[in-house]
């Protein structure tokens, strides 16, 4: 048997499965927009009110009351913020060290994931594609197995082998809509992060000796 034979009878299989493979993508797709959603929440810091008290606490020297200020709030801000607190008695440059390492690995964990969006958003509509090449094979195949049929055997062949390419991008306009979502709040997110590591830098360079008060 001739390879083109041999890859005529593969293909001749049909769409189906590449639908029920679209369905899995979309549900793990929707699994990841609901773990991402999750993990991203958690309440911030208000900048505005607290940000001068924190930078006036540990310019004093008192950490505990700068550690006070955050209870209560469990955004990647506050981790972000703590790490530089915790490693202050070790002066500035150790806690702005300690920061910068924890938003490296913030950023990492944030944008866990993200890369399965991303890769459906880009080939799910070639996958679609795909079955649906597999459909209109098979409508062909039909219609030479079924001459008297005419076009209707191809049309209704081609028809079902169409819905390929409409699931496909119904997988992956979500998942485009979702990354590029999820990529603008991971932006604002380390944009907060980054100015509450400034204003705790700030703090502890005005600390008038190297000692902290932690309570």
């Known amino acids: 048997m001739r390879l083109t034979e041999r890859l005529l009878n593969l293909t001749l299989v049909g769409s ?15 699994a990841v927009m ?11 810091i208000d900048l505005e009110s607290l940000g001068k ?19 209560g709030f469990n ?17 500035s440059a150790a806690a702005g060290s300690a920061m910068a390492s924890a938003k490296a690995r913030l950023r990492i964990d944030l944008e866990r994931y993200l890369g399965i969006l991303g890769t459906l958003g880009n080939n799910a509509p070639f996958i679609g594609l795909f079955g649906t090449v597999l459909g209109i094979i098979r409508a062909f195949a039909d219609l030479a197995r079924h001459e008297g049929g ?31 979502h999820f990529q603008g709040r991971i932006r604002r997110t380390m944009a907060r992060v980054d100015a509450t590591a400034h204003l705790v830098l700030t703090g502890l360079a005005q600390r008038p000796g190297p000692s902290s008060k932690d309570a």
Do not use: C, Y
């Open 34 to 44: 609901v773990e991402r959603a999750i993990h991203l929440s958690g309440k911030r």
């Open 75 to 91: 955004g990647p801000d506050v981790q972000v913020a703590l790490v530089g607190i915790d490693e202050s008695p070790r002066g």
């Open 53 to 71: 008290e924190i930078v006036a606490r540990l310019g004093e020297g008192d950490t505990g009351a700068a550690r006070k200020l955050l209870a």
């Open 16 to 30: 189906e499965w590449v639908l029920w493979l679209l369905i899995g993508l979309s549900i793990l797709s929707v």
């Open 150 to 180: 005419g076009a209707a055997v191809v049309m209704t062949g081609i028809s079902e082998a169409l819905v390929a390419t409409a699931v496909g991008l119904m997988v992956a306009i979500p998942a485009v809509v979702a990354f590029n």
